[in-house]
């Protein structure tokens, strides 16, 4: 029934040829150390791949060729059961429902197929038939005679070759180049055999920490060849657990350690890095002892201090003037604010001076900015106010364990200083009129404005009582009801 050229007589040809030329190959076969397979009259078959234990699930019925879908349903018990009907030998190491070995023809015998796995055949599990899919859900597959669970080394398995060797499988390197692949060997009692190329070492070109509050927290990706890794934090091997490191990250950037998480995200791939061990001064990756691995259950994140901070500009932003605004803290490419925690007049005197303003000042909340986008970079800053610049100050870059609240500073860097606001908040500042507007504390819409006089003094000049249906017309934006 089936025309495909027997794999059996196949190899039996190499050994012939290997015979003449290369007497180790002939030993190594003799003594049964390679996988042998006959595909011969089978009614299932792979098609599309790079041998024939991958590709595209086609069975045959009544001499009739056909796929099966894949609809939710499908799983390993499924998979292993269409392994083993191509050889008793073999389960599966991976399936497909992504098209990667075309789309077949003829009828989709089944879908929603329910195995256990103990069926001898596909035909004995539980199923609906396939009538209603399309091609493009045709099942593949990749068969191995080795366990899935140690497959996950340097990469992801992705294909397999029937060699005069045995079967081996092959996959890109995750150390980050794709030109290059690794090879592992399924021996016949079972056991992977790393054979040939294996991965080189880890050239950790550069660390970056995503997805957490600001710049200098997250989870840990490197950077090897062109690709970005997560870390791994945590693993359990061989009964034993083992956690990952975090403070060599903060060292490679010059930054202080705080803090890690072992279990920042899970199940992430692409993996580089686990188990990693240093020793606590190393700011060196490659110093370090790890195993590399592919999947990453456990992503390791990591908390460090920016202070100080090497800014690349600071400035007011978003307000009605040069001296009024939100700060906008801008280091590499990233924007970011300043947290209100703590935050008091003295601090915000420095950052006026900063800036080149008046020393004395006032500052107000900004909870309205868009927060896409802007890190909170700078928190809890405590400045004498004498300071001229605020890394004279101390402050912390916040992190996971301690965010910042919504709400970023905003200034007033005015002639008139300080307005002492015991019972409102400042919410705009209007320069051409030098006025500044503050809202009340007290349960009703109530404002005041002052103005800034030539004598350098702060006058008091209304009381404003709005109704709330003017309120939102008067917030945004600022100081439009001037
Ligand atoms: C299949 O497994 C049996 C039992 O372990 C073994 O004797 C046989 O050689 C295997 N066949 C192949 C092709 O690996
Ligand atoms: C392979 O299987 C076919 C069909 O079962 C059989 O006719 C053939 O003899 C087998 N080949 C070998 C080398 O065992
Ligand atoms: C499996 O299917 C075959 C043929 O389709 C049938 O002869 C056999 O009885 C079935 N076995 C079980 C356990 O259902
Ligand atoms: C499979 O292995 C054979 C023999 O080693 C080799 O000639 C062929 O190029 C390989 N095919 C693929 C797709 O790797
Ligand atoms: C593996 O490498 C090949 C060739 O460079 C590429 O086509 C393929 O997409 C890679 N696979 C993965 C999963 O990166
Ligand atoms: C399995 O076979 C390989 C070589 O084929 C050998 O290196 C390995 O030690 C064996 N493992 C076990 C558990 O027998
Ligand atoms: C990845 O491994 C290959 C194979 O060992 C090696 O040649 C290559 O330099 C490695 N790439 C990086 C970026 O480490
Ligand atoms: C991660 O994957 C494992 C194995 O597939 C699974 O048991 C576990 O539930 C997954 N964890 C999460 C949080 O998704
Ligand atoms: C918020 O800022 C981001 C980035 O600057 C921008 O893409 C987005 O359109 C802004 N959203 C609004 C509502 O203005
Ligand atoms: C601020 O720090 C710089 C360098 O760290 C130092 O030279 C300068 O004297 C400090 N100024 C004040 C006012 O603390
Ligand atoms: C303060 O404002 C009021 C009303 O606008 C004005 O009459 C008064 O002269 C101002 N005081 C000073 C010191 O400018
Ligand atoms: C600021 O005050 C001037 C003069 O009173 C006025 O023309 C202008 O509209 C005000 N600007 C804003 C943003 O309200």
Redesign the pocket.
Known sequence: MSNRKSRWQSVSLICTLALLWKYQIVIAQASG?VRLYNFTDKDIRLVGGNSELEGRVELSINGIWGTICRDGWFDYYDADVLCKMLHTNLSALEYYTDGRYGYGTGPVFYRQLLCTGLEKSIHNCSSLTGETCSHSSDVGLICAGCSRVTQRHYGLLEHVNITSNGDVYTGNCSNGSSYFQFLYRC???G?W?EYGTRCGPLAVREVRFVGGVGLYDGGVEVLVGDTWGPVCGYAYSNSRSYYSDGHVFCNMKGLKYRTRSVAWRYNTTNGFIGKLQCSSNTNSVTLCNYATVYACQYQLGVSCDGFPLNMNSISLVGGSSARDGRVEVRIENSAGTICQDNFDSKDAQVLCKMMGFNASSSFYIDYHYNTTGRLPMIQDIQCTGQESHINNCTYRTPYFNDKCVDGAVALVCSDCGSVNVSNGQITSYNDTSRTLTIRCHTGDQAYVQYICGNDGLWNKTAELRLLLSTLTIIITPPAAFL
């Open positions: 150390t021996s016949l009692n056991t055999e």
